[in-house]
């Protein structure tokens, strides 16, 4: 009998488990250093005070802004794009280029300031990732992007601000 329960109580766990995971909203992680961040707890109204209308739109309702609309998809300068609600650096210039679908787009991010999370907002699954200091959302990431990564980080402009070096 307890080998029963133990096989149930496990079941019931895993099950918890991939729920939790499939859930979508990004969650803090034991090991997230930004669990205790006080960009986590600023009220909507605070979010509102701070940001832009397109800024609050993209980054606090994960908004898409309209493609060719950033300026930031034409910057050519060497710098850094740093996180429009907190600051935090997202991607360096080197790893930026042309994807020519209107959006800023990089190949690489810095590590440690991304999470993921699956969305079905279009009906089916893409991965959105969100600055992890504020979880301010940035854009979604594809698998058809340059080398090294292969990978596209096609960012809202409205979401970045750009620090030139």
Not at 5 to 30: D, E, M, Y
Not at 88 to 109: A, E, I, M, Q, V
Not at 121 to 128: C, L, M, S, V
């Amino acid at each position: 009998m307890n080998l029963l329960n133990a096989i149930h109580r496990r079941a019931l766990l895993l099950g918890a488990t991939a729920l939790a995971a499939c859930s979508g909203a990004p969650q803090a992680r034991p090991q997230d250093p930004y669990a205790e961040s006080p960009w986590r707890r600023l009220t909507d109204a605070q979010w509102k005070a701070r940001l832009s209308p397109a800024a609050y739109q993209v980054l606090r309702k994960e908004g898409t802004e309209r493609p060719w609309s950033s300026p930031l998809d034409k910057e050519t300068r060497r710098g850094t794009y740093v996180c429009a609600g907190c600051d935090l650096p997202l991607f360096r210039s080197d790893w930026k280029y042309d994807s020519r679908t209107g959006w800023p787009s990089f190949y690489r991010p810095i590590e440690g300031a991304l999470g993921e999370k699956i969305d079905f907002k279009i009906g089916f699954p893409r991965t959105e990732y969100h600055c992890l200091r504020c979880l301010g959302h940035q854009g979604h990431v594809f698998k058809d992007g340059p080398r090294p990564t292969g990978l596209r980080y096609c960012n809202n402009g409205v979401a970045l601000k750009f620090i030139p070096a």
